[in-house]
């Protein structure tokens, strides 16, 4: 008697189990597939997704990143570079105003360049889209780690881009760790797909301030985060 409705729940538990293991592992494979690509196609805009800085000097990721950006402006893929990334407590340096200098001193003019903030991807995207449109920019090379490139695609395209790969070809942070890097990608598109990236943000991040530059506001604002 009570075998039977057990090896029902086994069998029902088995399916459900199979069927979380096989979406995550297709979640897996677009990643790795996405961390591959190289658009060759012109855009309107170059995308750099912030990472950390060293008291207003790129760490090598973010440095990476910059480098890539720049090797594609100068190949004329695209005439606005747009740097993310907000900065942590005790920081004196947001990422944003670090790349910018960065570019600036590679030869970048200050007015293609458009800086936002953001602590997470979706705060990154979301405080730059205002001065896109201003623009009109959609088009976008995304220039992030490789294993990061299909959820940034993603989070650009939820907020009304055309995001075109482009991951940089020599990341620092593929150097060690690499799988670890991939695992928590694949959760959080696997769970960003399912509550959404915004909801994913507002659960990791909460109310987040984003520091905007001095030419975009004279405060910081604080918005809800987002995936």
Request: charged letters at 10%; glycine letters at 10%.
């Amino acid at each position: 008697m009570i075998l039977g409705p057990l090896k029902l729940f086994l069998k029902l538990a088995s399916y459900v189990v199979g069927a979380i293991v096989l979406y995550f592992a297709f979640g897996f494979l677009q990643i790795w597939m996405t961390s591959h690509e190289r658009s060759v196609l012109p855009a309107q805009a170059i995308l750099v997704f912030g990472t950390t800085e060293n008291n207003g000097t790129p760490s090598p990721e973010l440095k990476a990143r910059l480098d890539q950006a720049l090797l594609l402006y100068r190949h004329h893929r695209a005439p606005w570079i747009v740097v993310t990334g907000g900065k942590l407590a005790g920081d004196t340096h947001t990422e944003a105003g670090v790349s910018a200098t960065y570019l600036e001193a590679h030869g970048v003019p200050a007015a293609q360049i458009i800086r936002g903030g953001g602590n997470d991807t979706w705060q990154n995207v979301t405080s730059v889209i205002d001065q896109m449109h201003q623009h009109n920019l959609t088009i976008v090379l995304t220039v992030t780690d490789p294993f990061h490139e299909y959820r940034a695609m993603a989070i650009a395209s939820d907020q009304g881009l055309t995001p075109l790969p482009a991951p940089v070809g020599n990341s620092k942070a593929t150097h060690s760790f690499l799988w670890w890097y991939y695992l928590r990608e694949t959760f959080a598109v696997g769970v960003g797909r399912l509550v959404g990236y915004h909801t994913l943000s507002q659960w990791t991040s909460g109310a987040t301030t984003i520091t905007l530059p001095p030419s975009q506001a004279t405060t910081t604002t604080t918005t809800p985060g987002a995936g």
